[in-house]
């Protein structure tokens, strides 16, 4: 089991970026690949960006020119930064252990014109 806390959401500007972070711990921490997600208000949540225990990212092609996932191992924590943020942005982002398929409580991201 993989334990998830999302963290660095908030209410921000149009145009600005976010950082969130999602710390990972658990004793089947060690080498999970971690994926964020999003849910928008009354809509499904979507898949944005993955990345493995080696490091490789992939992302959802919507959010690839302004998405970037990365993780710190020596922090257990992995991040998802967004740049130019617009209203559409505006959701709960959860970040997921794939191996395990838990979950975090999510951090709400409010975007502001």
């Known amino acids: 089991q993989v334990q998830l806390v999302e963290s660095g959401g908030g209410l921000v500007q149009v145009g600005s970026s976010l950082k969130l972070s999602c710390a990972v711990s658990?004793?089947?921490?060690?080498?999970?690949?971690v994926a964020w997600y999003r849910q928008a208000p009354e809509k499904t949540r979507e898949w944005l960006a993955t990345?493995?225990?080696?490091?490789?990212?992939r992302y959802d092609q919507s959010v690839k020119s302004r998405v970037t996932i990365s993780r710190d191992d020596a922090k257990n924590t992995v991040y998802l930064q967004i740049d130019n943020l617009s209203p559409d942005d505006t959701g709960t982002y959860y970040c997921?252990?794939?191996?395990?398929?838990?979950w975090g409580q999510g951090t709400q991201v409010t975007v502001s014109s």
């Open positions: 997921r252990s794939v191996q395990t398929g838990d």
């Open positions: 658990g004793s089947a921490a060690s080498g999970v690949s």
């Open positions: 990345i493995s225990a080696a490091r490789l990212p």
